[in-house]
């Protein structure tokens, strides 16, 4: 009788845990490891302009679902800065292999993810002024 009893406790905690929910009620796999490059990331381009992304995971999927950009560039002999922030809880792109590609606004935005920690990338385009200026570079980042 005893060897029934743990065996029904294991029993049921076994399918308490294979039948786990999420918030979403999809059923999670206990095996499947978070990926690693879900959160925020924070960093600066070869210009020293700032920039942050958030990695979310949407529906099973690891996708960009925000950016905050600070892009420092000349313009009619200026100096000025361009901030662009967005969110968009459905995601932007997906991450595939550890890289990313987004293009924003004309920009083609490409990342890859060299480590958990550490992301490396590069932008270039036209950003849209009246008279189109041709930015690219080369950024850094850092999962905080």
Do not use: H, R
């Not at 990331?41 to 995971?57: E, H, M, R, Y």
């Not at 002999?77 to 606004?105: F, P």
């Amino acid at each position: 009788m005893k060897y029934f009893n743990s065996l029904a406790v294991l029993l049921l905690l076994c399918v308490s845990l294979i039948t786990g929910c999420k918030k979403n009620g999809e059923p999670i796999d206990p095996l499947v490891e978070p990926s690693p490059y879900i959160g925020l990331w924070a960093g600066t381009t070869n210009a020293g302009d700032s920039l942050k992304f958030t990695v979310s995971d949407v529906q099973g999927k690891i996708m960009l679902t925000g950016y905050d950009v600070d892009v420092k560039m000349k313009y009619n002999g200026n100096n000025i800065t361009i901030k662009q922030k967005e969110t968009n809880s459905s995601g932007y792109a997906e991450v595939v292999d550890s890289k990313v590609s987004y293009k924003l606004n004309g920009i083609d935005i490409n990342f890859n993810f060299t480590s958990p920690t550490t992301l490396v990338g590069a932008y270039k385009g036209e950003f849209p002024m009246p008279t189109p200026t041709v930015i690219e570079g080369t950024f850094t980042a850092k999962k905080k």
